[in-house]
Each structure stands twice: as structure tokens, then as C-alpha cells.
């Protein structure tokens, strides 16, 4: 018999699992791009590449009305939209056949991977009393979400076709549905209408936190999604010998996400341990020179600088979830997310458009450079967060009652 311990056990499992099916289904089409443009009869990945900018426009747009509804109409339910429209979509993309059905039916996948974010990891925080840790397997489980879409794609193209890629984690979202329908625990009531706050900043202090989180948001979005999306043509145009390999290519790719999620778990436990502004300015401090030796590096030594620096692009991820977590009380925790996501996702979606266009026109070399100036913005960002001390002072003036 399976008690209310257990229950809440699974539930973490299965919303570990949603944030992988989130990133991988957004991720198959980047690794398959180039595969998907032959058949389309599109002469370059560049070419086809902006066709994928509704889905993630929809995934940033979209974190607005779904951080809304998971607090106002609950988490439990929005999760359950969540697995089986994913697997629903998935589905749909694989009888598309040529550009923009592609681009209609990713844009539709978009819609329902908005929701994970600003409802799972709130969610996911309800059951926790560490949060550094558990924003860091959260984040290694969608880390390694990015590392199967390479190295499942990969084989799938070689060894069955790019429509399979989609068809599987389809089939495993829709399974996962059925398992978290039976085993999330039902919720009392709606975040929004629980009465006893835990957190409540003076107006000043919340929007100044806010501020630098979204802004943080938007320049981490942007390195991220330029640099998953674009890391499988970058090795092809560094290492040319996986031009024709794309199996050795998913698995070298697994390889770096794989090692690159370590960081997230490391990371949460310093967060746990140490003031957040302390360990971001240290990460993300380590980002530009980094960025900047990959610019003019080649071959193997390539591949080397690229796990570094996703090292570095992955282990700042948790921040933000890690700043709500401590600064935003949980009544209101989804639709801060939701915000932040709209705001931060929806810019950097134009990171996912620019991707082909930019290497098309000026090359990896300028790409990376730019990615390094953007990382020096997020340490300037960083350098604006109020320290903690001050923080919790300027919550117990404003509100001593809080719980």
C-alpha cells in the first residue's frame, strides 16, 4: 500500500520528469533541423531554423496565463493539461509535412510547455524544505532532458526517421499523465486563496528584486536557448568528420549537457548553504572569458571550451527559481514565474530566430563573441540584487506578522 509519503515521492519524480519531456520536445527540432530541411526541400538549416521561433515565443507568451491559472485554479490540474498536451502535440507534429505545418504545430507544443515553469517548480517547491537542492535536480532533470534529445535524435535519424524523435517522449508525456492523475495528491485549495503568508516584501524591495530577476531572466534565457539550440551546427562547422555522423554527434552532445547538469546539483547546494548573490556573481563572472576563447577555438579543443561553458550557461539557471523560491511567497509563486518567464523567454525566443540568420551572415565566431558580451550584462545584472540581510530586515519591518 502506497501511503502519503510515497505519494508526495512520486509526484516530485513525475514533475522531474515533466521538466525533462520540456526540454527535450523543444530541443528534437533543433538537433534534427538539418535532417527535417532536406526532406522539406529547404536547401539550409539556416534557412528553416526561424520556423521554430513560434514555439518558443508561445512558450514565453504562454507562462503568463498558465502562472494565472496555477494559482488561481490550482498546479495539480495545469500539470495534467501539461503531460497530456505535450503528448498530444508531439503527436501532431509528426504528420506535418512541410515548413509551416511545422512551424503551426511546434508553435502548439510551445502552448503547453509554457506551463511546466511556472507551475511544476512551484509546485515542486511546496513539498521542499531545502530549495537550493531541489532547484538543482530539477534543473539537472531538465539538463538531461537536453541531453537525450540529442543522443535519442540522433539515433532515430540514423536508424529509423526524425518523426520518431517525437513520437516516443510523446508517448512517454501521455504515460506520465496517467500515473500523476492517480498519484499527485488533490490540493486543498488554490495557492491564491491561502490566507497565511510566509514572505512579504515592502513594495520598493519587491519590485527592485523583481526587476534584476527578470532582467537576470532574459540574459541566462538567451545564452541558454543560443546555445542549445545552436551547439550541434556549431560542432559540425568546428569538427566537420560529424557532417554525415549524426549519432556520434547526439552522443558527444549528451556527453557535454550530461556533464554540464552536474553543475545545477553543486549550485544548489551552495545556494542552500551561501547567499545566492555571492554564488551568482561567481558563476557567471567565469562566463565571458569563456565564451571568448570558444570564438577562436577549434577541433577537439572546441568540444573541450563547449562543456566549460555549459558548465557555466547551465549551472546559473537555478538563480532565479532560487531568488523566488526565497524572496516570493508561495500564494503568488506561479504568477511571479509566469511574468518572469513571459518576459524572459518571450525576448530570448528572438536568440532562437537570430540563431540561423546570424551564423548565416557573420558565423560562429561572431555568435560566441556576442554570447560573452551578454554573460558581462548578467554580471552587471547580478552586481544589482540587494543582499539577503537586507531583504529579510526589510520584510519583517514590513510585515512582522508573517508566518
Known amino acids: 500500500m502506497i501511503g502519503i509519503r510515497d505519494d508526495f515521492r512520486i509526484t516530485s519524480l513525475l514533475l522531474n520528469i515533466a521538466h525533462a519531456i520540456d526540454h527535450l520536445m523543444l530541443l528534437v527540432f533543433a538537433t534534427a533541423v538539418a535532417t527535417i530541411a532536406r526532406e522539406f526541400g529547404i536547401g539550409r538549416w539556416e534557412d528553416l531554423m526561424p520556423y521554430t521561433t513560434g514555439a518558443f515565443v508561445m512558450f514565453g507568451i504562454g507562462s503568463l496565463p498558465s502562472g494565472r491559472l496555477g494559482d488561481l485554479w490550482g498546479r495539480r490540474a495545469m500539470m495534467l493539461i501539461y503531460f497530456f498536451g505535450m503528448g498530444g502535440s508531439a503527436l501532431l507534429i509528426t504528420l506535418t509535412q512541410n515548413a509551416w505545418q511545422l512551424a503551426l504545430a511546434l508553435g502548439v507544443m510551445g502552448v503547453f510547455a509554457s506551463i511546466y515553469h511556472p507551475v511544476g517548480i512551484p509546485m515542486l517547491l511546496r513539498y521542499t524544505?531545502?530549495?537550493?537542492?531541489?532547484?538543482?535536480?530539477?534543473?539537472?532533470?531538465?539538463?538531461?532532458?537536453?541531453?537525450?534529445?540529442?543522443?535519442?535524435?540522433?539515433?532515430?535519424?540514423?536508424?529509423?526517421?526524425?518523426?520518431?524523435?517525437?513520437?516516443?517522449?510523446?508517448?512517454?508525456?501521455?504515460?506520465?499523465?496517467?500515473?500523476?492523475?492517480?498519484?499527485?495528491?488533490?490540493?486543498?485549495?488554490?495557492?491564491?486563496?491561502?490566507?497565511?503568508?510566509?514572505?512579504?516584501?515592502?513594495?520598493?524591495?519587491?519590485?527592485?528584486?523583481?526587476?534584476?530577476?527578470?532582467?537576470?531572466?532574459?540574459?541566462?534565457?538567451?545564452?541558454?536557448?543560443?546555445?542549445?539550440?545552436?551547439?550541434?551546427?556549431?560542432?559540425?562547422?568546428?569538427?566537420?568528420?560529424?557532417?554525415?555522423?549524426?549519432?556520434?554527434?547526439?552522443?558527444?552532445?549528451?556527453?557535454?549537457?550530461?556533464?554540464?547538469?552536474?553543475?545545477?546539483?553543486?549550485?544548489?547546494?551552495?545556494?542552500?548553504?551561501?547567499?545566492?548573490?555571492?554564488?551568482?556573481?561567481?558563476?557567471?563572472?567565469?562566463?565571458?572569458?569563456?565564451?571568448?576563447?570558444?570564438?577562436?577555438?577549434q577541433g577537439w579543443t572546441l568540444y573541450l571550451v563547449m562543456i566549460v561553458f555549459m558548465v557555466l550557461v547551465f549551472g546559473s539557471i537555478p538563480f532565479t527559481d532560487a531568488i523566488i523560491a526565497r524572496f516570493v511567497d508561495d500564494s503568488i509563486r506561479s504568477r511571479v514565474s509566469g511574468m518572469r518567464l513571459a518576459v524572459s523567454f518571450g525576448v530570448s525566443s528572438m536568440a532562437v530566430w537570430a540563431l540561423g540568420p546570424a551564423v548565416k551572415a557573420a558565423g560562429f565566431d561572431f555568435a560566441l563573441l556576442v554570447l560573452g558580451a551578454v554573460a558581462i550584462c548578467s554580471l552587471l545584472i547580478t552586481w544589482q540584487l540587494p543582499d539577503e540581510q537586507s531583504i529579510r530586515k526589510a520584510s519583517a519591518a514590513h510585515s512582522p506578522q508573517t508566518a
Do not use: H
Not at 145 to 169: L, M
Not at 175 to 198: D, H, S, W, Y
Not at 263 to 281: E, K, T, W
Open 129 to 297: 524544505s531545502k530549495p537550493g537542492i531541489t532547484i538543482g535536480i530539477n534543473g539537472m532533470a531538465g539538463n538531461l532532458g537536453i541531453a537525450a534529445a540529442a543522443i535519442s535524435t540522433g539515433f532515430f535519424i540514423q536508424y529509423a526517421e526524425w518523426r520518431t524523435a517525437f513520437i516516443v517522449p510523446g508517448v512517454i508525456s501521455i504515460a506520465c499523465g496517467l500515473l500523476f492523475m492517480k498519484f499527485a495528491p488533490v490540493e486543498e485549495g488554490a495557492p491564491a486563496k491561502r490566507t497565511i503568508r510566509q514572505i512579504e516584501l515592502p513594495p520598493a524591495t519587491r519590485n527592485k528584486v523583481f526587476l534584476v530577476m527578470t532582467m537576470l531572466a532574459i540574459t541566462t534565457s538567451i545564452l541558454f536557448n543560443f546555445t542549445t539550440n545552436g551547439n550541434g551546427e556549431l560542432l559540425k562547422a568546428r569538427l566537420p568528420i560529424l557532417v554525415e555522423q549524426p549519432v556520434l554527434l547526439g552522443i558527444l552532445l549528451a556527453i557535454v549537457y550530461g556533464l554540464s547538469s552536474l553543475s545545477q546539483l553543486a549550485v544548489g547546494r551552495l545556494i542552500d548553504r551561501f547567499p545566492i548573490r555571492n554564488v551568482m556573481l561567481g558563476i557567471i563572472a567565469c562566463q565571458c572569458p569563456v565564451f571568448l576563447l570558444a570564438a577562436f577555438s
